[in-house]
């Protein structure tokens, strides 16, 4: 390299660019990338290429990314679009042939691809780990997937080393192309068959129970599935059945094949499992360590108390939409102290009490959970949450109370005084914070309990209502937080549990429909550097100031979401813009943001895919389809009821 003198300077050592690399967002050092061959051989660092995923959708253009991709040692990849004719069949002949050895995971969504195109491509992928076939319809249509016993030995040969196997939304598995599939990958650790049709005690083809007959070409069946759960049981850990018409009779058989020890099991949706199956289910399988037993609105919790009894390993539960548990049964489980992740969404009966109990235990004997999910618990109040924060305040990293309609400002302020190192906070539609609570401003004054406020009141009687005799009695907070000063806004950085400001390190935040917060609230405290995911959805307070001071403050967004913000403008959206150069969604339906706007993001927001504008009056077709024009990487736009169209008439 040469400096403006013409004397040479010295390159960097590669480590140390790797080094500094390693600071960066991963969008930020493909562009770094870009400035020299030194800076683009240390981006291609093994550490950096983990768990990265390259999604893409077939077209010509994809052909020189492949070729791209076969200089590195591994990669995964998501192919959407595939279908049967000839450019599809070139990309996959293209994959196998640049990165057959390299290619860890693969995935086909929204495709429709013919067998033979899947089958010129498997025998050539040796290092796969990974196969998502997920809702290819198109394979198992025929029945004759894999019919060829020189197919078989082809695929067998290259994929005896898969890990882990997607069929979900399968309609037409059968238990001959199961069978055929299954037989080719001897060493399966993880299998999903959610959604699948499985005759799990009765064959409505043949008129007779499952099992009594040869195997089928119609369905897939329970004992056919018994057979492999039987021939891989050394090896298969995870099981996925949600959505299927599974039995407590069907489970108690997948439970009791001997020798198998699941880890993971997800029931999502299962609604004809009972509580007796559930724990019979623990009883045999006590090394669970991830169930699933969401959408089985049978349960109850009694299924809660065989789950804290026998499942000692367990590290993550899913209960979510089991409207029928109660707080029965929580502080036993809170007790397991292995338990990190816990979803009670839409159990309507839960109020915290049990789960603030068995959180109140030592250390050494209760859970230390870091993710907690409590959405439309209507019944969580800010006692509760004020408990959760102190206790769960040096694990906790996602918290989830979305429609908890009593939670208030008080709440807001436990959370951001004690759970400082929480990453995701989701807060839609508690309507009850206000820009007081973003701000910190709770006086201690205020935190009076329900009934001593309602003491405090006037009363009337159910004759006589307010007929001006009386004045009604203010409302906390009834005046408009003033704008702060650049000396108090330091200060109240400073301050410990002053603001949203102390939890720095969110990297998600929904204040969805908080119709109370303002400017006043959202341009002071909404200062994190590593937010990527934003949504002030239905805020009609906020205006472009909010807007300007999100993107100059908040320049790692990838999701913003100001659908009916109708005080956004294209002047905001203008100013904006520039500093938003890693924004991937935007959502501005129901805005008044114009073709004007669309403009600026085709100039600043490169890397946008999706992109909803649905129900905004004054955007054009013509200019929307300059857009997709113009952006590479768009995928979805969503444009429903152009020029503002009433959704009733148009039905």
């Keep these: 390299m040469e400096d403006s003198d013409g004397e040479e300077t010295p390159e960097l050592p590669l480590e140390i660019i790797i080094y500094i690399l390693s600071f960066l967002h991963t ?25 990265v995923t390259f999604c893409f959708p077939a077209s010509a253009s994809s052909l020189d990314l492949v070729r791209g991709l076969g200089r590195k040692s591994q990669c995964s990849l998501v192919i959407s679009q595939l279908d049967g004719f000839s450019m599809s069949r070139s990309l996959l002949l293209e994959v196998g042939q640049c990165l057959g050895s390299k290619l860890e995971s693969l995935a086909l969504p929204g495709s429709s691809i013919t067998e033979t195109s899947l089958l010129t491509l498997l025998p050539h992928l040796t290092s796969l780990r990974r196969l998502d076939l997920r809702g290819l319809d198109s394979l198992f249509m025929s029945g004759a997937f894999l019919s060829r016993e020189e197919h078989r030995r082809q695929v067998s040969s290259a994929l005896r080393g898969l890990e882990e196997l997607d069929l979900s939304d399968l309609r037409y598995l059968s238990d001959l192309t199961f069978n055929r599939l299954t037989g080719c990958t001897p060493r399966l650790r993880s299998l999903s068959l959610a959604g699948c049709h499985i ?16 195997d089928s070409s119609a369905l897939l069946s329970l004992r056919n599935l018994r057979r492999l759960l ?33 880890q993971e099991l997800r029931l999502h949706g299962c609604k004809e499992l009972t509580d007796y199956s559930v724990e019979n289910l623990v009883r045999r399988q006590s090394h669970i360590q991830r169930l699933d037993i969401s959408g089985c609105t049978e349960l109850t919790s009694r299924a809660v108390v065989a ?3 026998d499942l000692s390993s367990l590290t993550h539960l899913y209960l979510s939409c089991d409207w029928r548990i109660t707080e029965k049964g929580l502080a036993d489980l809170l007790s397991l102290s292995n338990l990190r992740c816990l979803d009670l969404s839409e159990c309507l009966h839960i109020s915290g009490a049990e789960i603030v109990k068995g959180l109140s235990r030592s250390n ?41 309609v009593n939670v208030t400002d008080l709440s807001l302020h436990a959370i951001a005084t004690h759970l400082k190192g929480l990453v995701v906070l989701k807060l839609g539609w508690c309507t009850e914070v206000t820009d007081w609570g973003l701000l910190g401003m709770v006086e201690s004054a205020k935190c009076e309990t329900e009934e001593e406020e309602w003491d405090k009141s006037p009363r009337f009687t159910r004759t006589f209502g307010n007929m001006g005799f009386f004045k009604p009695p203010p409302l906390p907070y009834e ?15 400073q301050q410990t549990g002053a603001s949203l400001l102390s939890l720095r390190r969110l990297q998600e935040l929904d204040l ?31 205006t472009d100031a909010s807007l300007l001071s999100i993107a100059r403050h908040c320049r790692s967004l990838t999701s913003l979401s100001l659908s009916h913000c109708t005080e956004i403008s294209d002047a905001g959206l203008a100013a904006a813009a520039p500093f938003l150069h890693r924004l991937q969604h935007l959502y501005l339906s129901s805005s008044h943001v114009s073709d004007r706007s669309l403009l600026v993001l ?44 009433d959704l009733a008439l148009t039905l």
């Excluded at 870009?34 to 983990?50: D, G, M, N, P, T």
């Excluded at 109370?516 to 959805?537: A, C, Y």
């Design 364 to 404: 050494s004997a209760r859970a230390q959970l870091e993710t907690l999910k409590l959405t439309s618990c209507a019944y969580i109040r800010d006692v509760t949450v004020f408990s959760l924060s102190q206790l769960l305040k040096g694990t906790l990293r996602e918290l989830d109370l979305t429609s908890c």
């Design 512 to 542: 969805t429909a908080c119709c109370k917060l303002s400017d006043h609230s959202i341009t002071q405290v909404i200062q994190h550097p590593d937010l990527q995911h934003l949504s002030l959805r239905m805020l009609p307070k906020i």
């Design 27 to 51: 969008s930020d050092r493909k562009e770094a990338s870009l400035v020299c061959r030194s800076w683009y051989i240390a981006s291609q660092e093994l550490c950096f290429q983990k768990n």
């Design 307 to 309: 789950i804290a009894r």
């Design 479 to 493: 005046g408009q937080p003033k704008m702060l000063t650049q000396n108090a806004r330091e200060t109240l950085k």
């Design 602 to 645: 085709m100039k600043h927001c490169r890397r946008l895919k999706t992109l909803d504008i649905s129900k905004c009056k004054n955007i054009t077709g013509t200019m929307v389809e300059l857009l997709q024009s113009h952006l590479p990487y768009l995928e979805n736009i969503h444009y429903k009821f152009p020029g503002g169209a």
């Design 199 to 214: 005759a799990f005690e009765f064959d409505p083809y043949r008129g007779c129970p499952v099992g009594a007959v040869e």
């Design 230 to 262: 039987t021939e891989q049981k050394s090896t298969l850990v995870a099981l996925d059945l949600s959505r299927t018409s599974i039995t407590p009779e069907s489970l108690r058989t997948i439970a009791q094949v001997p020798g198998l020890v699941l």
